[in-house]
């Protein structure tokens, strides 16, 4: 599946997601729907406003539907005194759900990149880290899509992201292993090609 999203035609891809998008009253009526199907009543007093807190949640959750993570980015600087070394963000905050049965993926992420000539404002990494974050998810999507658009708009010697996340799809449900965590990395330019420079992530991943 490719990752790759041309930023020229996000605003056209919102619309039409807008346009064929169910209706507030719809969403909540099915909210409503799928409570009496667990096999309560909707209609009881501690379930009377359920549907509309449900919705309103996922309006925050899946916020990154409405967002360009590539116009993030954009601002660069390129003044850094011939800074050339790994830039190195770790223990970046993950909640995201996962698309399989909408239940939360918690965890952390680690994100680096070597710069070519020009730099990002580091809360702008963790903001691309988010808007992912805010919509349906794979532990592995998550992970090739922040390097694909770090790797794309800043176009560096290389970009590393490691992710650690406990899918509650698995400890809360299912097998009921609540102490298994996930792991996911993903490599690109100088950082897939040189084994220091990734030993190198991985031990900065570990510190702490």
Request: hydrophobic content about 35%; proline content about 4%; some cysteine.
């Amino acid at each position: 599946m490719d990752m790759k999203v041309d930023p020229n035609n996000v605003h056209k891809i919102n619309e039409k997601k807008e346009a064929n998008r169910p209706s507030k009253e719809e969403a909540m009526k099915a909210v409503k729907t799928l409570i009496s199907w667990a096999g309560d009543n909707p209609s009881r007093e501690g379930l009377i406003d359920t549907p509309k807190r449900v919705v309103e949640a996922y309006e925050e959750f899946f916020s990154g539907y409405n967002e360009d993570p590539y116009k993030v980015l954009n601002k660069t600087f390129s003044d850094v005194e011939g800074y050339d070394d790994i830039v190195f963000l770790r223990d970046i905050n993950i909640e995201t759900h996962c698309e399989h049965h909408i239940v939360p993926i918690l965890g952390i992420a680690h994100v680096a990149y070597l710069p070519n000539e020009k730099v990002v404002g580091l809360s702008k990494l963790a903001r691309v880290v988010e808007v992912y974050c805010r919509r349906l998810q794979t532990q592995e999507t998550l992970t090739m899509q922040i390097l694909h658009t770090i790797d794309e708009v800043l176009q560096p010697h290389g970009v590393a992201v490691m992710i650690d996340a406990k899918h509650q799809c698995m400890t809360t449900r299912g097998i009921y292993k609540p102490h298994v965590s996930t792991v996911t990395t993903k490599f690109s330019g100088l950082f897939k090609e040189d084994t220091e420079l990734r030993q190198r992530f991985i031990q900065l991943t570990q510190q702490g």
